[in-house]
């Protein structure tokens, strides 16, 4: 019985390191693009260009990229 428990145990901390990984690539992620809009901005590159840019950098479909433009514009 002990030994079920601490593999539950085990599972559920594997879980939560799984999650924190793919939580922590989300937020780096956004971070970025974040970083990328701001750095075309100052740079006086028009919306279009930082659009493609984020589409080919991050591989993003063109909805995808027009949003976080939208968003951080």
């Not at 989300?26 to 260009?49: A, D, H, P, Q, V």
């Not at 840019?53 to 993003?60: A, C, R, T, V, W």
Request: hydrophobic content about 25%; some cysteine; charged content about 40%.
């Amino acid at each position: 019985m002990c030994t079920a428990l601490e593999e539950l145990k085990r599972e559920g901390i594997q879980e939560g390191r799984r999650e924190g990984r793919q939580e922590g690539r989300r937020e780096g992620l956004e971070k970025g693009i974040k970083g990328t809009i701001n750095t075309c901005r100052r740079f006086n590159i028009s919306i279009e260009e930082t659009l493609e840019n984020l589409i080919h950098e991050f591989s993003l479909t063109r909805q995808k990229a027009a949003e976080y433009l939208k968003k951080y514009w």
